[in-house]
């Protein structure tokens, strides 16, 4: 406060000269203190200034997992297994998930590998598209008929 008002003139002033008549002063406010140091230091990049032709960055838009059910009609039921670690004992553990992923065609059956894309919402619990995706454990068609990886006959099979 300033010292020339005393205390009772101080609450006779109406509450807007009130806040004129006080004096704060510091070093921020008279800018003796450059910008510069105050400033956090910028990246080359910020957020708002990224490139065009980066695509964004979109999480969790494909899972892959076994069918477990395809009764439905352009529907399958697909069990995704992840790893995650417990809560408590910090173990990791296997956790499954069943998701409802369209099936236009009707041509996955029970057991085959799918991979989950995200879509639109095609009904209540349909968010996802099954798209085939080739048996984990599937040997080359070579292998199977007896050629090797060269397509040479392998010595077992070859005639004298």
């Not at 995200?118 to 070579?142: E, G, Q, W, Y």
Request: with cysteine; glycine share 4%; charged share 20%.
């Amino acid at each position: 406060m300033s010292a020339t008002l005393s205390h009772s003139s101080f609450l006779q002033i109406p509450p807007l000269q009130r806040l004129k008549n006080l004096s704060v002063s510091t070093s921020f406010l008279h800018g003796s203190v450059p910008l510069s140091f105050l400033s956090k230091p910028s990246p080359s990049l910020s957020a708002s200034q990224t490139p065009n032709f980066l695509p964004s960055i979109r999480a969790m838009r494909s899972l892959q997992g076994r069918v477990v059910c395809a009764t439905n009609d352009k529907t399958v039921a697909v069990e995704v297994v992840r790893l995650a670690p417990h809560p408590k004992y910090k173990r990791r553990i296997r956790i499954k998930k069943k998701y409802q992923a369209h099936d236009p065609d009707n041509k996955f059956k029970v057991g085959d590998f799918v991979e989950l894309e995200k879509c639109r919402p095609i009904s209540k619990m349909k968010t996802f598209l099954a798209i085939p995706v080739p048996a984990r454990n599937s040997k080359p068609k070579a292998a199977e008929a007896g050629v090797g990886e060269l397509e040479i006959p392998l010595e077992s099979q070859q005639q004298v």
